[in-house]
């Protein structure tokens, strides 16, 4: 079983739609926890982090749920911009902090 | 924010040979890992880079095949020894400024291995 799964998609929503991705993660150990975005053919950029007490910025809202271990990153009014792959990442603790990335979901946004 | 040059951007290779690729980092930084991409999957870690000491690889990675240097706080490289087809894949370096914060990524080497 993967550390940290996540469904693929593709997701093909509509400009304006509310989409919502989880995450899921095995190693309770997981201290950190990140949302990348990644566009095609591009390296992955940070789009935000992911606090148990939830973080918001603008359109997108990102939460963690310890007990159930997954996290989740809410896109409100999507965009065309969007449209990308986004992964999430887990650092587990124990003095290395390796970061354990998910397979990604895709997600496009259409007219 | 770290700044990441990543050198080749893309090459094509022979099988058999090896191929090179290095991670320059604008600043210094403390942890260097080196990933895998190949279309439409998740990033896999080769290894974590170590200044001053060797790197230490993941399952399924071995120093052999994936020969790595860190000499100093701004540089690394990765080496993809005895190349196959099957080592066709994007190969990203990613730096961390601090344990389990952000990652900062080069823009990637995509190997083709005919």
């Known amino acids: 079983r993967k550390e940290v799964e996540q469904d693929p998609g593709p997701f093909n929503v509509p400009e304006g739609a509310t989409v919502a991705f989880n995450c899921t993660y095995s190693?309770?150990?997981?201290?950190?926890f990140f949302w990348y975005r990644q566009d095609c053919r591009k390296e992955p950029k940070l789009l935000m982090s992911?606090?148990?007490s939830g973080n918001e910025d603008g359109r997108f809202t990102a939460q963690l749920n310890r007990a159930s271990q997954y996290i989740s990153l809410l896109i409100r009014d999507s965009k065309l911009s969007d449209s990308a792959t986004y992964l999430c990442?887990?650092?587990?603790?124990?003095?290395?902090?390796?970061?354990?990335f998910g397979r990604g979901t895709s997600l496009i946004v259409h007219p | 924010s770290a700044v990441i040059s990543q050198k080749p951007s893309r090459d094509i290779c022979q099988r058999g040979t090896s191929l090179t690729i290095q991670c320059q980092v604008d600043?210094?930084?403390?942890?260097m890992f080196w990933y895998r991409q190949q279309p439409g999957q998740s990033l896999t870690l080769i290894a974590t880079?170590?200044?001053?000491?060797?790197?230490?690889?993941e399952s399924g990675f071995v120093i052999d095949k994936f020969p790595i240097s860190r000499p100093n706080l701004t540089f690394s490289t990765l080496t993809v020894s005895n190349l196959s087809p099957e080592d066709s894949s994007i190969y990203l370096c990613?730096?961390?400024?601090?344990?389990?914060?952000?990652?900062?990524f080069g823009e990637g080497s995509r190997l083709t291995v005919l």
């Open positions: 190693n309770s150990a997981s201290q950190s």
């Open positions: 990613s730096v961390g400024e601090s344990a389990g914060g952000e990652l900062f």
């Open positions: 600043s210094q930084v403390t942890m």
């Open positions: 992911v606090y148990s």
């Open positions: 990442v887990g650092h587990a603790s124990g003095g290395s902090y390796i970061p354990t």
């Open positions: 880079a170590n200044q001053g000491s060797e790197a230490t690889y």
